[in-house]
C-alpha cells in the first residue's frame, strides 16, 4: 500500500461548480498536510498547509484534515477555468521531515 | 521578492553522462530541498540540505549527490545517467533552524531532463 493514495483523474467539472479533491494516507504519524498546485510547465504552488485535524478556509478554498481516517479534501468553491491544473497533496510526521506527495488529480474547469 | 530560481530550465544528455542541475533559494530562505518528478507522478523527495550539509536523504542512489554554498544556493549532480533519470528535478526552498515551524516549501519551476 502506497503512502498516499491520490486518484490522478482526470476530473471535469463546469465552471462554477464546487469542486471535491481527496487523498488518502496509511501513516498515521502524518501531522503537517497540504495541497499544491501545479500548472503545466511549472513547479508546485503551496495553496493550503495545515496542521493536525480540522478545517482552514483561503478564500474560494477550503482544506479539511480528518485524522481518524486517514482522509484529507480540498473543496474550491465557484470554480473557474483559471483553476484548471494539476492538485497534488503532500504530507509529513514532523516540519522537518521529507514531504511525500501524492500523484496529483488533474482538474479540467469546462467554461 | 525573488522566488526559487532553477537552471538551466531544459537539459538533454545521454546515458552515461553527468549532470549538475543549480538552484538559488528564495531570499531569506537557508534550506534546500530537491525532488524528482517523473511524467504523471508527483515528486519525490531526494535529499535537503541546511547549513552545508546534507540533513536528509530519500530513497535515492548515490548517483545522486548534491552541495549547498554559503549563499545558500545548491546544486544536484547525477552521475552515470540512466534512461530512468529523465524527469523533472524540481528545488525547494524554506526557513531552517528556529523559523522552520511557519515555513513551507516554494518551489522552482524546475529543470526539465532527458536522457537519450
Redesign the interface.
Known amino acids: 500500500q502506497k503512502e498516499?493514495e491520490?486518484d490522478?483523474g482526470p476530473l471535469s467539472v463546469p465552471e462554477g461548480a464546487i469542486v471535491s479533491l481527496n487523498c488518502t494516507y496509511s501513516n498515521s504519524a502524518f501531522q503537517y498536510f497540504?495541497w499544491?498546485r501545479q500548472y503545466s510547465?511549472?513547479?508546485?504552488?503551496?495553496l493550503m498547509?495545515t496542521y493536525s485535524s480540522g478545517n482552514k478556509e483561503d478564500g474560494r478554498f477550503t482544506a479539511q484534515v480528518d485524522k481518524p481516517s486517514k482522509y484529507i479534501s480540498l473543496f474550491i468553491r465557484d470554480s473557474q477555468p483559471s483553476d484548471s491544473a494539476t492538485y497534488?497533496c503532500?504530507m509529513s510526521p514532523n516540519?522537518?521531515?521529507?514531504?511525500?506527495?501524492?500523484?496529483?488529480t488533474r482538474l479540467h474547469i469546462l467554461p | 521578492d525573488a522566488g526559487v530560481t532553477q537552471s538551466p530550465t531544459h537539459l538533454i544528455k545521454t546515458r552515461g553522462q553527468q549532470v549538475t542541475l543549480r538552484c538559488s533559494p528564495k531570499s531569506g530562505h537557508d534550506t534546500v530541498s530537491w525532488y524528482q518528478q517523473a511524467l504523471g507522478q508527483g515528486p519525490q523527495f531526494i535529499f535537503q540540505y541546511y547549513e552545508e550539509e546534507e540533513r536528509q536523504r530519500g530513497n535515492f542512489p548515490d548517483r545522486f549527490s548534491g552541495h549547498q554554498f554559503p549563499n545558500y544556493s545548491s546544486e544536484l549532480n547525477v552521475n552515470a545517467l540512466l534512461l530512468g533519470d529523465s524527469a523533472l528535478y524540481l528545488c525547494a526552498s524554506s526557513l531552517g533552524g528556529a523559523g522552520r515551524r511557519n515555513s513551507p516549501l516554494h518551489f522552482g519551476n524546475g529543470t526539465r531532463l532527458t536522457v537519450t
Not at chain 1, 41 to 46: A, D, I, S, V
Not at chain 1, 95 to 104: H, L, N, S, Y
Request: glycine letters at 12%; proline letters at 8%; a positive charge.
Open positions: 498516499v491520490q490522478p497540504m499544491y510547465r511549472k513547479g508546485p504552488e503551496l498547509y497534488l503532500a516540519r522537518d521531515d521529507k514531504i511525500i506527495f501524492g500523484k496529483g
